[in-house]
Nanobody, 116 residues
Framework: QVQFVESGGGLVQSGGSLRLSCAVSSSIFIFRIYTMGWYRQAPGKQRELVAEITSGGSTNYADSVKGRFTISKDGAKNTMYLQMNSLKPEDTAVYYC????????WGQGTQVTVSS
């Protein structure tokens, strides 16, 4: 069973940076096969996809984070990252990683809180 473990969240001031990590426990090198994404869910809102990376390494971003967030992966380590710069209070949310198509079981996520 695939498990996602997100880490790296925390409390940061507006304009600050954080780097999130997503470790996957699986015998399948999932990052080499599937398009993977970082999602976030703010209180009272639906979960949204903010960044994705294909098996070939192409990336796409939601307009709200474009130019500020960078998604990357290390296939050999089965780990994915989200570098978040110029953080804004509206980035406050729980961040999750998962497949983009047919997501698997969700992990616990990691809380990101940006103070103004």
């Amino acid at each position: 069973q695939v498990q996602f473990v997100e880490s790296g969240g925390g409390l940061v001031q507006s304009g600050g940076s954080l780097r999130l990590s997503c470790a996957v426990s699986s015998s399948i090198f999932i990052f080499r096969i599937y398009t993977m994404g970082w999602y976030r869910q703010a209180p009272g809102k639906q979960r949204e996809l903010v960044a994705e990376i294909t098996s070939g390494g192409s990336t796409n971003y939601a307009d709200s984070v474009k130019g500020r967030f960078t998604i990357s992966k290390d296939g050999a380590k089965n780990t994915m990252y989200l570098q978040m710069n110029s953080l804004k209070p509206e980035d406050t949310a729980v961040y999750y990683c998962n497949k983009v198509t047919k997501p698997l079981n969700w992990g616990q996520g990691t809380q990101v809180t940006v103070s103004s």
